[in-house]
């Protein structure tokens, strides 16, 4: 296991695979801990690092959650003198660069340049972008960065010195050496080094001149002279001390640390590299097995740009922008198997999402194994570049994209020399000690020359040497090849060189390892010991496993398995001829149901983080399943991950699955199924459509405690509050309790319901607080994360109506740290917009904007337009309480530019947004367009979620109506409020307040009373329309 802090925190397990991280505030921990890595650190220095001089109440409680989530899958220990992780200092990037940079250093001194050269560029090669790169928010992260970052800017120094001292790369130094002053223009020895590789390359006059820039520089910004050790290096230019040396071809790159080496594609490496610098896409092209990925790995790997790097192996042409969602974190899991009118249908949506999240985004984004999306490929790589300037794409495939302005970069087999190397690294891995030697070279030259120097055809055949001698691999190797040399010539070449190794390597297994390797490609995406013995059934599952591994058929990832994608086609062939794909579905799918029934109900305890990952893990063997089972499988997964899907934000996978078996069903339930059906429509109302069922239909469905408890929160989110009056509602919620189950966590989310309908029906904050309160309580007894987020937003909502905002941030911050341990990341960009709204209301301005600007960019990172809308409303209206109108105004039109239509939330948000403007037009002297801004609120319709904002616009208008002298009017505009059963809340209630006071001093009680009664008494048509008026 090795991490890196050095750009992005990365965990890189064995095989290559990076260990998923949870929210920022996790990713600090672990950041904090890698930095002292092996050692122990304090508590009260974690809570500052953490949280800064103000920690909260019960930090150090969230820091005991935070450290037993690492503990799942880090060695995190516990000591008197703190927390450290057991891990060595040198498989963390920072410790082992500090320690080649100060070998470097010293071997300066110790006249060895060589030396301090290589080691200083390995030193270098391990920075992937800025330190600490996405937990800079963090209060311990800036200064960790800087001290990281001085340390990069001197081996860089030593690194241009210890070229200088060898007389070589001089190109190279001076580029470097430009950048380094470019990026630190008051460092002097990055200047005098300069100054002396110039002169070097016998550019003495650009020496000097560097020298005056520098003097006069120094003046002017310190009022300094140059350093004597400047000075004197002028000194020596201008006596000839430097003399001029030859400038030879770059040098090759080191082999960067890695698992297994990277060997032969240095010109390759370069060729990729200057490209990119020069053209926005660029593909690597060539045969399977050619070494493609790696190259494109290695080239993410050194880049300082941030990188995305997206496996299509698992994805068809219908789930591509999923599978590029999926890989930037923005909660979409890769989705198989579409039909092609579900593919046109739902891949638009998809495909918009990204480019919406990618649109100001600088990225490289690698899109690995095209070849079998190769159409898809193409249309959304042109449509991500031409959305995204920012954006460069590096892909690979087997052919190119085939689109205007692409690069092709071919990859093909590797030379004699390289090849060799690699033959040689490989089989140094199965067999120690191997080495090419006099006796032995001939043959190993053979095998790479009939292998025509293929990557994965040299490992695969460096991997027999575990069972066979060299001289038998080579005799085994000419057989194979001469046996399918003569296939069809219309097949691919790379087909049929790249074939005849899999296939040799086929007929090295055994019958049973072949059973299994046939077997093992019904997973998707991998899987682990427990599935491949339930689903595979084949005895002594472990020693053929173990089999498959060491013959390079089967990788191992952690305590996962997988195949390379050329071997996964080869091997599903031989399934196919076997006659047992079917069987082997169906017992995948059983499976996987019985993974989603188990872990479901554990999702409701204290232990929900373990099995969220866990299905994680296999999240596509589940949506696999879900597609290939009969109908009552697919139901009953769909059941069984409702939850799951709803805590990682999976809601647009949710409907589409969702949708699909209700395709297949029809319009009535299968015998039986009938909770499960009711599920399956409420997933797939989450994408907008309310069921048609009213809220009373579900609850008489419900003729005992639902088997799945989370069908009692979908129902409500998909059909909303009941719109009865407080009495009515009171007896409903009593309905609902009695109908069920004593079970904590359901009787807990009863309250969670009750609450939010008594608030509502307007039964007031008073009436809704116990429901809330049991809520709490009863979650938090159960250790339930999510259930405790919900519930202590409640009680935040609460404060609010009762305006007291202040009074909302320590729910809203315990909800948030629960958030960021679930890893919500749209839950974290909602929560955050809702403290800042509380911060601004208790007046504090600047912990509103920073909460807000927080919200927007989570919001824009994981693609959640409503939110990011809403986020940046809070933006304009910190601005507008500031008393800057134009910042206002632009934050507004932002906010209505990015606010999608038609959705029931984002109509509220477009409302608030309406009424802001008008306020801004108020305030600039703009009456009618304040009014008109005012009254487009009533064009709108989001339900109870936009009362309160329908209640501001009324009492704005009122005041207008009163400020332009009609009283009667403004009584009659505030009648409307109860004519449209608008529940406000205490902000809006003292407004509302004020403006009435007003206008019945102005009309007289009598007056006032007959003005109000008229707009009490319209019909809700007759109000919207005069409001409209």
């Known amino acids: 296991m090795r991490f890196g802090i050095l750009g992005p925190l990365r965990v890189e397990l064995p095989g290559g695979r990076l260990l998923p991280l949870g929210g920022p505030r996790l990713r600090a921990l672990l950041a904090m801990l890698l930095l002292d890595a092996g050692r122990p650190v304090g508590v009260e220095r974690l809570i500052d690092g953490l949280y800064g001089s103000r920690p909260p109440a019960g930090a150090a409680n969230a820091l005991q959650s935070q450290v037993s989530r690492l503990r799942q899958s880090l060695p995190v220990e516990h000591g008197p003198a703190g927390y450290r992780i057991a891990v060595a200092p040198d498989t963390v990037d920072a410790h082992r660069f500090t320690a080649l940079a100060s070998e470097g250093r010293r071997a300066l001194p110790a006249g060895d340049p060589g030396r301090a050269v290589t080691v200083l560029r390995e030193a270098l090669e391990l920075w992937q972008g800025d330190a600490l790169a996405d937990v800079r928010d963090a209060p311990f992260a800036a200064s960790a960065a800087d001290h990281l970052a001085e340390l990069r800017v001197t081996a860089s120094e030593d690194l241009a010195a210890a070229l200088l001292a060898t007389g070589a790369d001089l190109d190279d130094a001076v580029s470097s050496l430009r950048a380094l002053i470019a990026a630190h223009p008051l460092r002097e020895r990055p200047r005098g080094l300069l100054m002396r590789a110039l002169a070097a390359a016998g550019r003495s006059a650009e020496a000097l001149s560097l020298y005056e820039e520098t003097r006069h520089l120094l003046a002017d910004q310190l009022g300094a002279d140059p350093s004597p050790d400047l000075a004197g290096t002028h000194t020596a230019i201008l006596r000839g001390a430097f003399a001029p040396v030859s400038t030879p071809q770059p040098a090759r790159r080191g082999v960067p640390t890695a698992l297994t080496s990277f060997v032969g594609r240095d010109d390759d490496l370069v060729r990729v590299t200057k490209n990119l610098a020069t053209a926005r896409l660029v593909t690597l092209h060539g045969p399977g097995g050619a070494g493609k990925t790696r190259l494109a790995a290695e080239v993410a790997a050194r880049s300082d740009a941030d990188c995305c790097f997206v496996e299509l192996a698992a994805?068809?042409?219908?789930?591509?922008p999923r599978a590029v969602l999926d890989a930037l974190g923005l909660k979409d899991a890769r989705l198989n198997d579409r039909t092609p009118a579900e593919a046109a249908a739902e891949a638009p949506a998809a495909t918009d999402r990204l480019v919406f999240a990618l649109a100001d985004r600088t990225l490289l984004l690698i899109l690995d194994n095209c070849e079998h999306v190769i159409e898809a490929a193409a249309a959304l790589a042109g449509r991500l570049l031409a959305a995204a300037p920012g954006l460069r794409v590096l892909a690979t495939s087997r052919e190119p994209l085939g689109i205007t302005g692409e690069t092709l970069n071919p990859v093909g087999g590797l030379p004699m020399s390289p090849a060799v190397r690699l033959f040689a690294d490989r089989a140094a891995d199965v067999s120690p000690g191997f080495a090419v030697t006099g006796e032995n070279a001939d043959a190993i030259r053979r095998i790479c020359r009939m292998l025509d120097g293929?990557?994965?055809?040299?490992?695969?055949?460096?991997?027999?040497?575990?069972?066979?001698?060299?001289?038998?691999?080579?005799?085994?190797?000419?057989?194979?090849?001469?046996?399918?040399?003569?296939?069809?010539?219309?097949a691919a070449g790379r087909h049929r060189t790249l074939h005849a190794v899999v296939a040799w390597s086929w007929d090295l297994l055994t019958p049973a390892e072949q059973v299994l390797a046939r077997r093992f490609t019904v997973f998707t995406g991998g899987a682990d010991l427990a599935a491949i013995e339930a689903v595979c059934a084949e005895p002594d599952?472990?020693?053929?496993?173990?089999?498959?591994?060491?013959?390079?058929?089967?990788?191992?990832?952690?305590?996962?398995?997988?195949?390379?994608?050329?071997?996964?086609?080869?091997?599903?062939?031989?399934?196919?001829?076997?006659?047992?794909?079917?069987?082997?579905?169906?017992?995948?799918?059983?499976y996987y149901l019985d993974l989603a029934l188990t872990a479901d109900p554990w999702l409701r305890t204290a232990s929900q983080l373990g099995w969220l990952d866990r299905l994680d893990a296999d999240r596509d063997n589940l949506h696999t399943a879900l597609r290939r089972g009969d109908i009552p499988t697919a139901l009953r997964?769909?059941?069984?991950?409702?939850?799951?899907?709803?805590?990682?934000?999976?809601?647009?996978?949710?409907?589409?699955?969702?949708?699909?078996?209700?395709?297949?069903?029809?319009?009535?339930?299968?015998?039986?199924?009938?909770?499960?059906?009711?599920?399956?429509?409420?997933?797939?109302?989450?994408?907008?459509?309310?069921?048609?069922?009213?809220?009373?239909?579900?609850?008489?469905?419900i003729e005992e405690p639902p088997a799945q408890p989370f069908l009692l929160y979908l129902s409500a989110m998909a059909v909303g509050p009941p719109d009865a009056p407080p009495g009515d509602v009171v007896a409903l919620n009593r309905q609902l309790r009695e109908r069920l189950s004593r079970g904590s966590w359901i009787n807990a989310l009863g309250g969670i319901g009750g609450g939010w309908m008594l608030l509502f029906a307007g039964a007031g904050p008073e009436a809704a607080e116990p429901e809330f309160r049991s809520a709490l309580d009863g979650f938090r007894a159960l250790g339930e994360r999510w259930g405790t987020m919900i519930a202590l937003s409640g009680l935040a909502e609460l404060a609010i109506w009762r305006g007291r905002p202040a009074d909302a941030l320590a729910p809203l911050d315990e909800a948030l740290r629960l958030a960021e341990e679930l890893g919500a990341v749209v839950d974290v960009a909602d929560l955050l917009r809702s403290r800042a709204e509380s911060r601004l209301n208790?007046?504090?301005?600047?912990?509103?904007?920073?909460?807000?600007?927080?919200?927007?960019?989570?919001?824009?990172?994981?693609?959640?337009?409503?939110?990011?809308?809403?986020?940046?409303h809070g933006q304009a209206t910190v601005a507008f309480r500031r008393g800057d109108l134009p910042a206002a105004l632009h934050g507004c039109a932002a906010a209505l530019d990015v606010c999608p239509t038609g959705w029931y939330s984002a109509d509220g948000t477009r409302m608030a947004i309406l009424v802001t403007m008008g306020r801004i037009a108020s305030a600039q002297g703009n009456p009618r367009e304040a009014a008109d801004r005012y009254r487009s609120v009533f064009s709108l319709r989001s339900g109870m979620l936009g009362f309160q904002v329908m209640a501001e616009a009324i009492d704005r208008l009122a005041t207008l109506a009163l400020d332009t002298g009609d009283p009667a009017r403004a009584a009659s505009l505030l009648g409307t409020v109860t004519a449209l059963q608008l529940r406000t809340s205490a902000a809006s209630g003292e407004l509302a307040s004020q403006v009435a006071a007003r206008a019945a001093a102005e009309l007289g009680p009598s007056g006032y009373a007959a003005a109000l009664a008229r707009g009490a008494a319209l019909t809700p048509p007759e109000a919207f329309t005069f409001l409209r008026s």
């Open 315 to 320: 994805a068809t042409s219908d789930d591509l």
């Open 454 to 490: 293929q990557p994965l055809a040299v490992e695969l055949a460096a991997a027999r040497l575990h069972a066979l001698s060299l001289d038998e691999v080579a005799s085994r190797l000419d057989d194979r090849f001469r046996l399918l040399s003569k296939g069809s010539r219309t």
């Open 541 to 590: 599952v472990v020693d053929l496993l173990d089999g498959l591994v060491g013959k390079s058929l089967i990788e191992r990832d952690g305590g996962r398995y997988r195949m390379l994608a050329t071997i996964r086609a080869f091997c599903a062939e031989r399934l196919d001829e076997s006659g047992e794909r079917q069987p082997m579905e169906r017992a995948h799918a059983a």
């Open 637 to 701: 997964l769909v059941s069984a991950l409702s939850f799951y899907w709803w805590l990682r934000g999976l809601r647009s996978e949710a409907t589409t699955l969702a949708a699909r078996v209700l395709r297949a069903i029809g319009s009535e339930p299968p015998p039986g199924l009938t909770e499960e059906y009711a599920l399956c429509v409420l997933n797939a109302a989450l994408g907008g459509t309310r069921p048609t069922e009213p809220w009373d239909d579900y609850l008489r469905m």
């Open 842 to 872: 208790a007046g504090d301005h600047d912990g509103a904007a920073a909460d807000f600007a927080r919200a927007a960019s989570r919001s824009r990172d994981c693609g959640a337009r409503e939110l990011e809308a809403a986020a940046r």
